[in-house]
């Protein structure tokens, strides 16, 4: 079935580092990407999103890339703080519907001051 | 509160039982989506609703059902329920048909 790689699943980076997250999707179909970053405890919460037809979209420390050529996406956070600690998850649409989205497995970034 | 309100919080239910989650979605959203989270599972996407009615379908199974009412509260109904139930329910909002962009608190819930 369709589904969305995620890598990697744990990341430690000192604060004020870079980091980069990667997804891989399968459905060709695929036209939404969106990204979610879940603090312990609490509700995912939308931090970016970018669709088929862009490359790649910036929101200030955040930038997500796409290559849909080899069908993967990524996301990138610079100068990280140690509020960037959560668990991210990367979404793929599947089907042609933007509402049904297909789950990376997370990946725990933990920023070290 | 005009963001994504989710009840009850918590929910301790038997084996073989059914419960309601219920959702009210953000003010002027007309788009309910309801997610499952749990350990071995991950996030997966069950639902979609639009002013009404379905719009996406995901991994719900057959024991599970939801529904979007006039005022646009959903519910999410769960039935023989089985210990593998147990999870976070997530419930989302959004203007339109798209994609969520506000989540509520969730539901756990655990099957006993």
């Known amino acids: 079935g369709e589904n969305v790689e995620q890598h990697p699943s744990t990341l430690s980076v000192q604060e004020g580092d870079s980091a980069v997250i990667k997804c891989t999707y399968s459905?060709?179909?695929?036209?939404?990407f969106p990204w979610y970053k879940q603090e312990l405890g609490k509700r995912p919460q939308l931090i970016i999103d970018i669709r088929s037809n862009v490359g790649e979209k910036k929101d200030q420390r955040i930038a997500v890339t796409l290559n849909k050529t080899a069908k993967h996406f990524s996301l990138h956070i610079t100068e990280t703080q140690p509020e960037d600690s959560a668990v991210y998850f990367c979404a793929a649409t599947y089907g042609g519907s933007q509402g049904n989205l297909i789950f990376g497995k997370g990946t725990k970034l933990s920023v070290k001051p | 509160d005009s963001g994504v309100t989710q009840t009850p919080k918590h929910l301790i239910t038997a084996t073989g039982q059914r419960v309601t989650l219920r959702c009210s979605p953000r003010s002027g959203d007309l788009s309910v989506y309801w997610y499952q989270q749990s350990l071995d599972q991950g996030l997966q996407f069950l639902i979609q609703?639009?002013?009404?009615?379905?719009?996406a379908k995901g991994n719900i199974l057959e024991r599970f059902s939801a529904q979007q009412f006039p005022d646009l509260h959903s519910e999410l109904n769960l039935s023989s329920l089985e210990l593998g139930d147990s999870a976070l329910y997530f419930c989302?909002?959004?203007?339109?048909?798209?994609?969520?962009?506000?989540f509520g608190q969730g539901t756990r819930l655990t099957v006993v």
């Open positions: 609703y639009y002013n009404g009615e379905e719009r």
């Open positions: 989302a909002s959004s203007v339109g048909p798209n994609s969520a962009d506000l």
């Open positions: 459905d060709s179909a695929s036209n939404y």
